[in-house]
């Protein structure tokens, strides 16, 4: 698979970097996945714009403008679909952009002055089948023992792998997450609750990623007249649910049908979801 770290690319296998790499010594750094359609990267502004902020929370530099991050996405694009020798047209893929803050001798303190690791790779986008969707997918609740400052997409993830594993050792897809009681999101996806024909979602805080889906769902919603709510949500209430959805990148949006073992609801994808799907289906195209 092809890839670009710091101006050039090469094969994933052969890209190396410095064992002083803040990204590996700290996890100091922040990514971002892009999805794109047959060629097309999904909502990019709306990815860049998160990719600012993310970087200005860790004060790190950014190393290009959006016209150079589109210019690397696009490059990454052609390469993977000259690799698996299919028109780019053909493809769906996955797109993922890392920025660290360098590479520099182990100190805490930011070093000055110094310049930023850029990595990007790409790989097939995972379309989840009717069947699976049919089906919806098994999720488990944990306490959300992640940092205060979930905002930043950053590479220092051993909490959200530490969350995932808690679903992932009871044969789960996703955990939902709860913080003094209160729903937070899911170690890789964000978390709607559908009760009584309303959408309703956590705020956009530092205890949340704002997804990209944050802003496909509510146009979605609103096109469709459906009640859309930012507000908080006690566990409670996710328990019971009419409907749990989860979103994100490669999810996009997808029916949570079993919780801690229970049946959500009726057990199936529900009404809502079932719109949501169909929204998100015409909003790629
Ligand atoms: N995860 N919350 C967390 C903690 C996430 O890691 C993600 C994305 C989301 C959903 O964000 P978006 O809708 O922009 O994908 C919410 C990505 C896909 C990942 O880490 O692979």
Redesign the pocket.
């Known amino acids: 698979l092809p890839c670009w770290l710091d101006g050039e690319m090469s094969n994933i296998r052969d890209a190396k970097v410095s064992v002083l790499d803040r990204g590996f010594i700290f996890g100091d750094g922040i990514?971002e996945?892009v999805p794109a359609y047959e060629g097309r990267p999904f909502r990019f502004d709306e990815?860049m714009a998160?990719l600012e902020r993310s970087l200005a929370e860790l004060r790190i530099r950014n190393p290009m403008d959006r016209a150079g991050w589109r210019a690397l996405v696009d490059r990454l694009v052609a390469a993977y679909a000259q690799h698996v020798g299919k028109p780019v047209a053909e493809t769906n893929q996955l797109v993922?952009l890392q920025v660290t803050r360098g590479i520099a001798m182990r100190d805490h303190a930011m070093p000055p002055d110094i310049a930023p690791t850029v990595f990007g790779m790409v790989n097939r986008l995972y379309i989840y089948t009717p069947e699976e969707r049919a089906r919806g997918v098994d999720c488990y609740t944990a306490d959300d023992f992640r940092w205060k400052k979930?905002h930043i997409?950053s590479t220092s993830?051993v909490g959200?792998v530490l969350s995932r594993q808690i679903s992932a050792d009871q044969g789960g897809n996703e955990t939902i997450m709860f913080r003094d009681g209160w729903l937070s999101?899911?170690?890789?996806?964000?978390v709607w609750v559908v009760k009584d024909g309303v959408v309703l979602g956590p705020p956009k805080d530092n205890l949340?990623?704002?997804?990209?889906?944050?802003g496909?769902l509510e146009e979605i919603c609103m096109r469709q007249g459906i009640p859309f709510e930012l507000r908080p949500v006690a566990r409670e209430e996710v328990f019971e649910a009419d409907e749990i959805l989860l979103?994100?990148?490669?999810k996009e949006v997808l029916p949570c049908t079993r919780l801690d073992g229970q049946p959500v609801g009726n057990g199936r994808p529900g009404p809502i979801y079932l719109k949501l799907f169909e929204g998100y289906q015409h909003a790629k195209k």
Do not use: D, P, Q
């Open positions: 990514y996945v990815h998160r993922y979930a997409k993830l959200a999101e899911a170690s890789s996806s964000n949340v990623l704002e997804g990209i889906r944050y496909v979103s994100s990148a490669t």
